[in-house]
């Protein structure tokens, strides 16, 4: 099993920038693929940005594309969402998401991943 712990959120003016990490502990050896997600109050979990295994592959929502970039450092077993230009729609706990999968594909559904982390809050003033 991957243990994953976010952090990096917290408040932050529009137009602002942010950096959330994602450190993976446990059977990190094997090949897993990464994302984010996010969730705003009363509304569904939606998909963030996904990261290949190797990391050659990217992926993002329409609503972030442009403004969010993930990446993986296999050296520190850490995945990170550089966040910039937020916005106040932008407001939502993010969560980190892992599952083995050592291949090119992206993951971009929520019952693709097996494994979470327990977010962390990123708050947009207008």
């Known amino acids: 099993q991957v243990q994953l712990v976010e952090s990096g959120g917290g408040l932050v003016q529009a137009g602002g920038s942010l950096r959330l990490s994602c450190a993976a502990s446990g059977r990190t050896y094997s090949g897993y693929a990464m994302g984010w997600f996010r969730q705003a109050p009363g509304k569904e979990r939606e998909f963030v940005a996904a990261i290949s295994w190797s990391g050659d592959n990217t992926g993002y929502a329409g609503s972030v594309r442009g403004r969010f970039t993930i990446s993986r450092d296999h050296a520190k077993n850490t995945v990170y969402l550089q966040m910039n230009s937020l916005k106040p729609e932008d407001t939502a706990g993010y969560y980190c998401?892992?599952?083995?999968?050592?291949?090119?594909?992206?993951?971009?559904?929520?019952?693709?991943?097996?494994?979470w982390g327990q977010g962390t809050q990123v708050t947009v003033s207008s």
């Open positions: 998401a892992a599952r083995y999968d050592s291949s090119w594909y992206l993951r971009v559904t929520l019952n693709e991943y097996a494994y």
